[in-house]
């Protein structure tokens, strides 16, 4: 067993985990990444068989790209107007300067209460996208830190059967 690519795929792991928070770090990308690494240096047998790398690959994919449409798909079915996806996006970015990592959640709720109550929305409907941005966040990291808990739980695993195979 490669000990340099059990450090290196751990890093990316923890890293992973890391970009499940922070939208700077790709997390789904990151661990498919450790997986990968196991893959080629497993022989891509066992845990890390062509077929579950093929597999984790598309759900790296999917939630990569979903995480992007998430929360503004929640933001417009809770009502939101272009005012209050800027303001989402703007308190995003505040919220992770200021208060890191959930000011990412919050700075965006906020950001978007506030676009809405600039583009002359009542409080009840800034609210309500606020609501929507906030929704599709959770959701985005929870659909993140599954596929995470995916890739680790194969990860650990090819690593423990190398280490037994030696």
Same mark, same amino acid.
């Given at each position: 067993m490669n000990t340099g690519?059990? %450090?290196v795929g751990s890093t990316l792991i923890i890293l992973g985990l890391a970009g499940c928070f922070l939208p700077v770090l790709p997390g789904?990308? +990151?661990c498919f990444g450790a997986l990968l690494l196991m893959g080629l240096v497993s022989g891509f047998e066992g845990p890390t068989s062509v077929t579950v790398m093929m597999v984790t690959g598309a759900i790296t994919a999917v939630v990569s790209v979903v995480d992007y449409f998430v929360?503004? +798909?929640g933001a417009r079915q809770f009502g939101a107007t272009r005012w209050g996806l800027w303001g989402a996006v703007? /308190? +995003?970015v505040a919220g992770l300067a200021l208060f890191?990592? &959930? /000011? +990412?959640?919050v700075g965006a709720l906020v950001g978007a209460v506030i676009g809405e109550l600039g583009g002359g929305k009542?409080?009840?409907?800034?609210?309500?996208a606020g609501a929507g941005? &906030? %929704?599709g966040g959770v959701l985005s990291l929870v659909l993140k830190l599954a596929a995470w808990g995916v890739m680790t739980y194969y990860f650990i695993s090819a690593v423990l059967r190398c280490y037994a195979t030696e």
């Open positions: 690519a059990v %450090i789904p990308t +990151l929360p503004i +798909l703007l /308190g +995003l890191p990592p &959930f /000011g +990412l959640i009542d409080i009840g409907a800034a609210l309500r941005v &906030f %929704i």
